[in-house]
């Protein structure tokens, strides 16, 4: 059960937020400038490489590494196929987990390396048989992590993550907020060179402003009415989270969102792109799901019976393609079974910044359910 009272009580909250969550969302885009600023001392900005990679492989443990991937290829479009090598082993420990390059990685390919541990066995396996293989290897880890010694054997180029000063030895959750903006803007400056994606310095900077914009908007000292976050999270109290998503930048945002509420509020959700989210959807809409499959019974034990869950749209949009947008056919659907439906649309910017919006107010959204759930 959601404590929803708690939303509006900021030492409550804080007194609750044992894993410093609430911290870390704040300080995204301090993350963000502290990441671009490694990015530039690991001298990423005189890189002046021989054209563009074949394909970028992307390696690491968890949910930042998944949702690294999923952003990077997102933006580089048709540019280049970005894959995710998706470990192996018996438990998600770091020592159990084993990467594997495919059979036709070479030379003219690039091994991208994201883990805010360092420390797993396999990744550095991994470093050695890419050397081996003529693949030009980056990697973004903690800095004195038995990584940096792989990478630098293999005459690759070594970023130290971003971390915080409060932050305890043990890894961070890979859904913890800041985790993946330390992760993912070495690598987008890196690819940015290249000529993959567009990030800029003065981009990444107009990023980590927006960031600070949200933090301000969807902080633990605003009241629910005027948060988008608590808000959010007030309307998915009791629901399924149905996530929708239109545009270049919600796809990964949503699939984001999805992991962040699974690790952080351990929640379940789904998550699909429109138009085809209202054929994928539509039969659970008109199940037992739906908010009209259940009528209230006056006679009902409420004390004994347990609340039923229902689902909740929430559709995140992004500037649709060529100006069609399948939004009013989504709202139609989901009106039509009783489902009720939240919406978040960013300000205009940039890709980097409207993706950076996206992500940050349903990373709020996500801390914000874990610690008024209890999780």
Same mark, same amino acid.
């Given at each position: 059960?959601?404590?929803?009272?708690?939303?509006?009580?900021?030492?409550?909250? +804080?007194?609750?937020?044992?894993?410093?969550?609430?911290?870390?969302? *704040?300080?995204?885009?301090?993350?963000?400038?502290?990441?671009?600023?490694?990015?530039?001392?690991?001298?990423?900005?005189?890189?002046?490489?021989?054209?563009?990679?074949?394909?970028?492989?992307?390696?690491?443990?968890?949910?930042?590494?998944?949702?690294?991937?999923?952003?990077? !290829?997102?933006?580089?479009?048709?540019?280049?196929?970005?894959?995710?090598?998706?470990? $192996? !082993?018996?438990?998600?420990?770091?020592?159990?987990?084993?990467?594997?390059?495919?059979?036709? *990685?070479?030379?003219?390919?690039?091994?991208?390396?994201?883990?805010? %541990? !360092? +420390?797993?066995?396999?990744?550095?396996?991994?470093?050695?048989?890419?050397?081996?293989?003529?693949?030009?290897?980056?990697?973004?880890?903690?800095?004195?992590?038995?990584?940096?010694?792989?990478?630098?054997?293999?005459?690759?180029?070594?970023?130290?993550?971003?971390?915080?000063?409060?932050?305890?030895?043990?890894?961070?959750?890979?859904?913890?907020?800041?985790?993946?903006?330390?992760?993912?803007?070495?690598?987008?400056?890196?690819?940015?060179?290249?000529?993959?994606?567009?990030?800029?310095?003065?981009?990444?900077?107009?990023? #980590?402003?927006?960031?600070?914009?949200?933090?301000?908007?969807?902080?633990?000292?605003?009241?629910?009415?005027?948060?988008?976050?608590?808000?959010?999270?007030?309307?998915?109290?009791?629901?399924?989270?149905?996530?929708?998503?239109?545009? $270049?930048?919600?796809?990964?945002?949503?699939?984001?969102?999805?992991?962040?509420?699974?690790?952080? #509020?351990?929640?379940?959700?789904?998550? #699909?792109?429109?138009?085809? *989210?209202?054929?994928?959807?539509?039969?659970?809409?008109?199940?037992?799901?739906?908010?009209?499959?259940?009528? %209230?019974?006056?006679?009902? %034990?409420?004390?004994?019976?347990?609340?039923?869950?229902?689902?909740?749209?929430?559709?995140?949009?992004?500037?649709?393609? +060529?100006?069609?947008?399948?939004?009013?056919?989504?709202?139609?659907?989901?009106?039509?079974?009783?489902?009720?439906?939240?919406?978040?649309?960013?300000? %205009?910017?940039?890709?980097?910044?409207?993706?950076?919006?996206?992500?940050?107010?349903?990373?709020?959204? #996500?801390?914000?359910?874990?610690?008024?759930?209890?999780?």
């Amino acid at each position: 059960m959601l404590d929803e009272s708690l939303l509006d009580a900021p030492e409550a909250l +804080s007194a609750a937020d044992r894993r410093g969550l609430l911290r870390g969302a *704040a300080e995204a885009g301090a993350r963000v400038r502290t990441a671009a600023r490694h990015a530039a001392e690991a001298g990423i900005p005189e890189l002046k490489p021989d054209g563009r990679p074949r394909a970028v492989l992307i390696a690491g443990p968890g949910a930042a590494a998944i949702s690294a991937a999923d952003l990077l !290829g997102t933006l580089a479009g048709a540019g280049c196929p970005v894959i995710r090598l998706a470990p $192996t !082993g018996v438990a998600p420990a770091a020592g159990a987990l084993r990467w594997e390059l495919p059979g036709w *990685a070479g030379p003219v390919d690039l091994l991208l390396i994201a883990t805010p %541990d !360092g +420390s797993e066995p396999g990744l550095s396996l991994l470093v050695e048989q890419a050397y081996r293989r003529g693949c030009t290897v980056a990697a973004v880890a903690p800095a004195r992590s038995p990584l940096t010694e792989s990478v630098d054997g293999a005459h690759g180029l070594f970023v130290q993550m971003a971390t915080a000063p409060y932050e305890p030895g043990a890894p961070s959750a890979a859904s913890a907020p800041g985790v993946l903006w330390a992760l993912l803007t070495p690598l987008l400056a890196l690819l940015d060179r290249t000529g993959l994606v567009t990030a800029p310095p003065e981009a990444l900077q107009k990023v #980590a402003d927006r960031l600070d914009q949200i933090a301000e908007r969807c902080g633990p000292a605003v009241a629910t009415y005027n948060n988008p976050a608590k808000t959010l999270a007030a309307e998915l109290a009791e629901a399924l989270p149905v996530i929708w998503t239109e545009g $270049t930048s919600a796809g990964p945002a949503g699939r984001r969102f999805v992991g962040a509420l699974a690790e952080l #509020a351990g929640r379940p959700a789904l998550a #699909a792109e429109l138009p085809e *989210a209202l054929d994928a959807h539509s039969v659970l809409l008109s199940g037992a799901l739906a908010a009209g499959a259940d009528p %209230d019974d006056f006679f009902r %034990d409420r004390v004994e019976e347990a609340q039923v869950m229902h689902a909740r749209v929430v559709l995140l949009r992004d500037r649709p393609t +060529s100006g069609l947008s399948a939004a009013p056919a989504a709202r139609e659907l989901a009106l039509s079974h009783d489902t009720p439906i939240s919406e978040l649309e960013p300000e %205009d910017g940039g890709d980097l910044e409207t993706l950076a919006e996206l992500i940050a107010i349903t990373d709020f959204a #996500a801390v914000y359910l874990a610690l008024a759930s209890g999780a």
